[in-house]
């Protein structure tokens, strides 16, 4: 059975830092591009960032560039969302999510294109 298990989440002050991580069981894990989602209270879900499996190019949502980093170690199975200078409005659900050899013209952003997603981890930005 496809797990994505997500680990690091928390209450964190405005300014800190966390790191998210992805414990995949998808083998090869080098064979899939992987991404973060986040869902905030009363809001949908939406693109974080992803990271390609092909060349471990990365994408970021607007907001989030420069503040995100997202990195994989395929020796561990394990992608991670590293987050600095949070804000509140960065309270959300975050979720893991894979594809497996998406096609080149893959949108990223796209939910529908991931095929596997985890259960999310909680983060809490306090003021």
């Known amino acids: 059975q496809v797990q994505l298990v997500e680990s690091g989440g928390g209450l964190v002050q405005a300014g800190g830092s966390l790191r998210l991580s992805c414990a995949a069981s998808l083998r090869p894990f080098s064979t899939y591009t992987m991404a973060w989602f986040r869902q905030a209270p009363g809001k949908e879900r939406e693109f974080v960032s992803a990271?390609?499996?092909?060349?471990?190019?990365?994408y970021y949502a607007n907001s989030m560039k420069g503040r995100f980093t997202i990195s994989r170690d395929n020796t561990r199975n394990t992608v991670y969302l590293q987050m600095n200078s949070l804000k509140p409005e960065d309270t959300a659900v975050y979720y893991c999510?894979?594809?497996?050899?998406?096609?080149?013209?893959?949108?990223?952003?796209?939910?529908?294109?991931?095929?596997?997603w985890g259960k999310g981890a909680l983060v809490t930005v306090s003021t």
């Open positions: 999510a894979a594809v497996r050899y998406p096609v080149e013209t893959m949108v990223f952003e796209k939910q529908s294109e991931y095929d596997y």
């Open positions: 990271i390609s499996w092909k060349d471990d190019n990365t």
